[in-house]
């Protein structure tokens, strides 16, 4: 036993100081976040997806409210104030849209004030290499609040995962640290004249529907707002409007998206990332995993245990 124990303090130790080590046990417990905070469950013995993030969470600490339409087709949303002060909100929402669309949105990250409700700057600081090589980002992200409160701001590393053996898609976002001045070695901005707040944003995608042309989208953040007076009922207004502008013009772009930036966006795919992304349909749409050979070979794909 002692033995055993040196062993696996001696592996932690090279964990801890190993910069690669470090990156995937940080995208390891953001994943695990992930998958427990959208309650998406872990397949059954037939090896099926089962996501049942449109269930509501458990009734104690949480308020529900259904937004727009009925049963599986509604948009619902459930609000909480933590122990901690944060406030949390969970959102389920169903889209008469492909998931490639969908995920084009979250990964064109300066169009984000284009339809991400109070958000009023999106920046890329920073296009992340090593332990996977598509779809990782440092980004500032600048929020607008009524008068009286300041502007608020998060710095977040985000990366994007396929887990298209469940038929599922995740993206994590966590706060930098706030007191650091590099990140994986990528430099980070001090803070100015804004509120730099702490938030964890994780959101699932699942291909539906015949062909799978639609999608629905479930979405779990968490955020410590840097208000003391916040009540319950503040953040239940703040997420009913939220999670209604967010499907509003969610729904708006994709209508309109031959009009839209983003499909030359995809076409140009400077990083590899939509490669990927349409490489991992196909294998869902087959029934088959991804080929070794595929443009996602080099594409680490973390599947927590």
């Known amino acids: 036993r002692a033995g055993s124990a040196r062993a ?71 609000a909480q104030i933590g122990e901690d002060g944060k406030a949390s909100f969970r959102v389920s929402s169903p889209f008469a849209e492909p998931v490639d669309r969908i995920l084009s949105l979250f990964n064109e990250i300066d169009l984000y004030p284009s339809w991400v409700p109070f958000l009023s700057e999106a920046k890329t600081l920073h296009v992340v290499r090593g332990c996977g090589n598509y779809a990782q980002y440092i980004v500032l992200l600048r929020f607008a609040l009524p008068w009286p409160l300041k502007t608020r701001e998060a710095i977040v590393y985000a990366f994007a995962c396929d887990r298209v053996e469940r038929g599922q898609v995740l993206m994590c976002a966590r706060s930098v640290p706030a007191d650091a001045a590099s990140w994986w070695g990528y430099p980070i901005p001090a803070a100015g004249s804004a509120v730099r707040v702490d938030m964890t944003l994780e959101v699932g995608f699942i291909p539906e529907g015949p062909d799978y042309q639609h999608t629905r989208m479930d979405l779990f953040l968490k955020m410590d707002p840097k208000v003391q007076w916040l009540s319950q009922s503040t953040v239940n207004k703040v997420g009913r409007l939220f999670a209604t502008q967010l499907s509003n013009n969610v729904t708006s772009i994709c209508q309109s998206f031959s009009k839209s930036p983003y499909p030359e966006r995809l076409a140009a795919d400077p990083t590899g990332a939509y490669a990927v992304m349409y490489e991992c349909l196909e294998s869902l749409r087959q029934g088959r995993l991804p080929e070794a050979g595929g443009p996602q070979a080099h594409h680490q794909t973390l599947a927590p245990e």
Request: aromatic fraction near 8%; charged fraction near 25%; hydrophobic fraction near 40%.
């Open 8 to 78: 696996s303090a001696a592996f932690q130790a090279f964990c801890a100081s190993d910069e690669d080590m470090r990156r995937l046990s940080f995208k390891r417990d953001s994943l695990r976040s992930a998958l427990e905070n959208l309650q998406y469950d872990e397949p059954s013995d037939d090896g099926a997806a089962s996501p049942t993030a449109a269930e509501a969470p458990p009734a104690r600490a949480w308020t529900a409210q259904q937004l727009a339409g009925a049963g599986q087709s509604s948009t619902r949303i459930w």
